[in-house]
């Protein structure tokens, strides 16, 4: 008996590269065994919407599109309360969950490894109990640039978008005065240049989190904190620890892991959920959802950002 799979396509996404691949990818699958189902993403219908009104009868729904279309997927499934396996092809600007978890940016490759590849479970956030996201929550600067950036500039430019919006916002720098309580008893306070919640090596297309033990399935999430700067030295040596992965062992960088956190804020702070407006809030209550999601991923062991292909990204 053939194996119903759903797929959702974000005709968008990237570079709209979706359109060029979409009848090899469906061919793929159906190759492989799958009765396969196709459904695009509208202006009013999202990922979100497709997987509640149709998904609960799929063995596999595979989207393809960038992290956004892919949390509205997974928040779909969760929504059906079933355990539907997910298959992710990333057609996005930075992929930076598909990094992590080591699925690959080129789309047939990607659809192979839902084909022939491993299962792997994964810890999805909590938003104050009301939103999920998948790899990453954050506050500060340069936080909005993936959702501020022109998609029409996204899709024709790919990444360097995200940079001409950061050039736009670096003489608006400021910083954000912030207690945060973690789930052992300790308090951090102070003022940060940037803060967010995350599962996943790479943020914002750089793997800064590469080398600071992150586990995708261990049911902690990583605090990440960078300190106002106060001068350029200071600037330079937060860069440089990103730039090299040293980020545990710099003096402006806390980094922490724990199962819950809670954020207190002056006053109401913009944050991000998984590269999307998330929202002003004054407190934030960050949990973990440990082992929520099952997804395709690659046989072959992680690849870095220097050796990833990113020919859905340039």
């Not at 974000?10 to 090899?24: H, Q």
Request: charged residues 25%.
């Amino acid at each position: 008996m053939m194996k119903k799979l759903l797929l959702i396509i974000n005709p968008t996404a990237g570079k709209r590269l979706a359109a060029d691949y979409t009848l090899r990818i469906i061919n793929k699958f159906d190759a492989a065994g799958y009765y396969v189902t196709t459904c695009c993403t509208q202006i009013n219908k999202n990922a979100c919407d497709i997987v509640i009104n149709r998904g609960a009868d799929f063995d596999l729904i595979v989207c393809c599109g960038g992290d956004g279309t892919l949390k509205e997927t997974i928040c779909g499934v969760r929504a059906l309360g079933r355990d539907i396996k997910i298959g992710y092809i990333p057609l996005g600007t930075t992929n930076d969950f598909a990094h992590s978890l080591n699925i690959p940016t080129d789309a047939l490759k990607a659809a192979n490894a839902v084909i022939s590849g491993k299962e792997m479970q994964c810890d999805i956030g909590d938003f104050n109990g009301t939103e999920q996201f998948i790899y990453v929550s954050c506050f500060g600067n340069f936080c909005d640039v993936s959702y501020k950036a022109p998609q029409k500039l996204k899709n024709r430019i790919g990444r360097q978008a995200y940079y001409l919006e950061t050039a736009k916002e670096l003489f608006k720098i400021k910083g954000y005065h912030a207690k945060v309580e973690c789930d052992d008893g300790e308090v951090i306070e102070g003022d940060f240049f940037y803060g967010g919640v995350s599962n996943s090596y790479s943020i914002a297309g750089f793997a800064v989190l590469q080398n600071a033990g992150v586990s995708f399935n261990d049911g902690y999430h990583e605090l990440a904190l960078i300190k106002m700067p106060k001068n350029p030295a200071q600037l330079a040596s937060i860069l440089n620890a990103m730039m090299k992965k040293e980020v545990l062992d710099n003096d402006y960088i806390v980094i922490k892991r724990g199962k819950s956190f809670k954020f207190y804020f002056d006053e109401p702070v913009d944050w991000t959920l998984d590269g999307e407006f998330g929202g002003s809030h004054d407190y934030a209550e960050i949990g973990n959802c440990e082992k929520a999601v099952t997804f395709f991923v690659s046989n072959n062991d992680y690849v870095s950002d220097e050796d990833v292909n990113f020919s859905f990204d340039e």
